[in-house]
């Protein structure tokens, strides 16, 4: 199977799904205004009518910064707020949100809470957490929107294609909710396990990379897994889709034994989409961290260069889903053509 040509593919049925793209944008963007209205409004207090609504133009004043974190420290925006937000900062934030599993912890605790104790876990419901329950709602809705789309051999409408986000949302949730447990059964069990074991057996090591080295052992491990599980549930989606399957725990069943057993060409498509999208985020970085904060039309470029990142980040999970659907069907097309018959 080739996966150039797959991916070839899936770059050209994305760029005949602009539409669709356009408007997962437009719901990305409504999302985040969730928390850009908060913080405009909680600025706006803070500084309005002052001197430092100017000086802030200039340059953000660290003095002031931590000022204004210490005095709102209670909102729970603020921890979201930084001022090495801008360049590649935020990819670093978002590693280490990923390897310790915080929102999917967060997350994880409140449904698992809901849905088998009949709790509501205020401990678990911050906004933060609100947030990215609501963009897990978004993800589920489009994985079923455009996997639906991808998997025709015809082009649908729009019209079309809210339907079949709304046919495969209720069974792509369910999939989302395996998942859900499967990672936090991972990081309470194993991960943060594994964490709390380094400072025990390396303490009377003479060498601090002796720690640094098992840290990174278990950072490589966790993206490891969670990228094999990631293939794993996309492919328990598509096969959901192009199989017509209902119980979400066959599909990843299904998804898992897809993935394992057609494993070079299916990490290769994902190894080649993940090259793909670090290479985004580093032109995006380097074209953000070359715009000096200086004015307003700075400001307005630096809002452009990341809603223009965002599109294309929603344009590569078009050809993501896009590849893997084809790379899907092409190699159960290939598998029925050599079935002995009778």
């Known amino acids: 199977m080739n996966i150039l040509q797959e991916f070839r593919i899936g770059l050209h049925q994305a760029n005949e799904s602009k539409r669709m793209i356009v408007f997962a944008w437009l719901v990305n963007f409504g999302l985040s205004l969730t928390v850009a209205f908060p913080m405009?409004?909680?600025?706006?207090?803070?500084?309005?009518?002052?001197?430092?609504?100017?000086?802030?133009?200039?340059?953000?004043?660290?003095?002031?910064?931590?000022?204004?974190r210490a005095d709102?420290?209670?909102?729970?925006?603020?921890?979201?707020?930084?001022?090495?937000?801008?360049?590649?900062?935020?990819?670093?934030?978002?590693?280490?949100?990923?390897?310790?599993?915080?929102?999917?912890?967060?997350?994880?605790?409140?449904?698992?809470?809901?849905?088998?104790?009949?709790?509501?876990?205020?401990?678990?419901?911050?906004?933060?957490?609100?947030?990215?329950?609501?963009?897990?709602?978004?993800?589920?809705?489009?994985?079923?929107?455009?996997?639906?789309?991808?998997?025709?051999?015809?082009?649908?409408?729009?019209q079309e294609f809210l339907m079949e986000g709304a046919k495969y949302f209720g069974r792509f949730f369910?999939?989302?909710?395996?998942?859900?447990?499967?990672?936090?059964?991972?990081?309470?069990?194993?991960?943060?396990?594994?964490?709390?074991?380094?400072?025990?057996?390396t303490r009377n090591e003479p060498s601090e990379?002796?720690?640094f080295v098992h840290y990174m052992i278990r950072n490589a491990a966790i993206l490891l897994l969670m990228a094999f599980l990631t293939l794993c549930f996309d492919y328990a989606k598509i096969r959901m889709v192009v199989d017509e399957r209902v119980s979400a725990l066959i599909a990843v069943w299904a998804g898992?034994?897809?993935?394992?057993k057609n494993f070079t060409a299916t990490g290769g498509l994902f190894i080649l989409l993940s090259l793909a999208a670090l290479a985004l985020m580093a032109l995006y970085a380097l074209l953000q961290g070359s715009v000096g904060m200086t004015g307003y039309w700075s400001i307005l470029l630096v809002f452009f260069l990341q809603q223009v990142y965002v599109g294309s980040r929603l344009w590569l999970k078009a050809t993501w889903y896009a590849s893997q659907t084809k790379l899907y069907q092409g190699i159960i097309q290939t598998d029925h053509r050599i079935e002995p018959v009778g």
């Open 40 to 68: 405009l409004s909680l600025l706006d207090h803070s500084i309005g009518g002052t001197v430092m609504e100017e000086r802030l133009l200039e340059r953000i004043d660290t003095n002031w910064f931590q000022t204004f």
């Open 72 to 158: 709102n420290r209670e909102n729970p925006f603020i921890p979201s707020f930084d001022y090495t937000m801008f360049g590649y900062a935020p990819f670093l934030s978002h590693y280490e949100s990923v390897l310790s599993g915080t929102m999917i912890k967060d997350v994880g605790h409140f449904v698992v809470d809901l849905l088998f104790r009949w709790q509501i876990n205020m401990e678990h419901l911050g906004p933060l957490t609100i947030l990215a329950f609501l963009y897990l709602l978004m993800s589920t809705f489009l994985a079923g929107a455009f996997i639906g789309m991808y998997a025709k051999n015809f082009r649908i409408t729009f």
């Open 209 to 211: 990379w002796t720690p």
């Open 174 to 201: 369910r999939i989302s909710l395996v998942s859900l447990v499967v990672y936090l059964v991972l990081f309470d069990m194993l991960f943060d396990s594994w964490s709390a074991m380094i400072p025990d057996i």
């Open 256 to 260: 898992m034994k897809f993935a394992g």
